[in-house]
């Protein structure tokens, strides 16, 4: 049983692994974690060493040495809580049924986000969400956004781009906690936007 189990957390991993590499990106909640506790120290003068700023590659990071007025921590499914054990049962998408039929890497994102997310999530002080219609929108405008990012490339060789079968798969990997803020996050977000199918904002909630 334990072997099967072991295989079965490999396997998904590995799907995830291979569509974070076309993604090219990584979400490093530790990482996060020493970004916050860094500007903590400083407003609190705990600390001069000064804090890295990820603007976008690491060789293009640079330190701040005073308290910043604000510090705005985006991501999709910033502030994303983890479900009840009896909402895991049931497969959301094909992926789930597919490649998760005993729970192993659904159970497994739920303690992470019991765990390591909540400390993290949990020192914000405000969040504003963008909620979209429905789940099959934000796969459109992925799949959009990844057309416009061929057409604008001129070295389209090298660009590792995904097709609509990689972008479906890689979303579905996120697609039961998006689906769950979509209930869950407009009860706790200090301001909630919802937006329509053009990106706009139709109207803004205050709390």
């Avoid at 799907?15 to 916050?36: A, M």
């Avoid at 479900?83 to 994102?109: A, F, G, H, M, T």
């Avoid at 949990?122 to 219609?133: D, F, G, H, T, W």
């Avoid at 979509?182 to 009860?187: E, G, N, R």
Wanted: glycine share 2%; proline share 2%.
């Amino acid at each position: 049983m334990l072997d099967k189990v072991l295989s079965q957390v490999k396997a998904i991993i590995k799907i995830k692994q291979q569509t974070f590499d076309k993604e090219k990106e990584r979400n490093d909640v530790l990482l996060d974690q020493q970004r916050l506790d860094q500007q903590e120290e400083i407003a609190n003068q705990r600390s001069s060493a000064g804090a890295d700023l990820p603007l976008c590659h690491k060789k293009l990071w640079y330190k701040i040495n005073s308290k910043p007025d604000v510090i705005i921590f985006e991501g999709w499914c910033v502030g994303a809580k983890a479900q009840k054990n009896s909402e895991l049962v049931r497969s959301i998408n094909s992926l789930e049924k597919r490649e998760d039929p005993d729970l192993v890497w659904r159970n497994y994102v739920n303690v992470q986000l019991k765990t390591h997310y909540k400390k993290l999530f949990k020192q914000i002080n405000e969040i504003i969400y963008l909620r979209a219609n429905n789940f099959k929108m934000l796969q459109k405008w992925r799949i959009k956004q990844e057309k416009t990012l061929w057409l604008k490339s001129k070295n389209k060789r090298s660009l590792r781009i995904m097709n609509r079968g990689d972008i479906i798969n890689f979303m579905q990997t996120y697609q039961r906690i998006t689906q769950s803020m979509f209930k869950d996050a407009p009860k706790y977000a200090s301001i909630v936007m919802k937006l329509n199918s053009n990106h706009q904002i139709n109207s803004i909630k205050f709390r």
